[in-house]
């Protein structure tokens, strides 16, 4: 059974950071993306940045661009989501998700078939 587990939430201020990790297991993990997603309150899904299997290719929505950065450790099946200058719009539920091998059209959330519990991110002053 794939699961995905998602941590490191928390209340930051605005400028503040935050490190998100999804720790997998149930599957080859080097074979597989993963996406993170965000949803804020009254606000529709939002794809955040998605990472390939290789790690060769990371993808960024616009309004996280130079603030976030994704990475990946294969040897703990673990995903990372490094939340620098973070903003209030940028609170929200986070979730990281899980396909074979790429990226492509990241932000299509359908394109997962498995997902993790969120974890909460709040920035305010």
């Known amino acids: 059974e794939v699961q995905l587990q998602a941590s490191g939430g928390g209340s930051v201020q605005p400028g503040g950071s935050l490190r998100l990790s999804c720790a997998a297991s149930?599957?080859?993990?080097?074979?597989?993306?993963i996406g993170w997603f965000r949803r804020a309150p009254g606000k529709e899904r939002e794809g955040v940045s998605c990472?390939?299997?290789?790690?060769?290719?990371?993808y960024y929505a616009d309004s996280v661009k130079g603030r976030f950065t994704v990475s990946r450790d294969n040897a703990k099946n673990t995903v990372y989501l490094q939340m620098n200058s973070l903003e209030p719009e940028d609170t929200a539920v986070y979730y990281c998700?899980?396909?074979?091998?790429?990226?492509?059209?990241?932000?299509?959330?359908?394109?997962?078939?498995?997902w993790g519990q969120g974890t909460q991110v709040t920035v305010s002053s």
């Open positions: 149930g599957l080859i993990f080097d074979d597989y993306a």
């Open positions: 990472i390939s299997s290789s790690a060769g290719y990371s």
């Open positions: 998700a899980t396909r074979l091998l790429s990226c492509i059209d990241y932000s299509d959330y359908w394109r997962y078939p498995y």
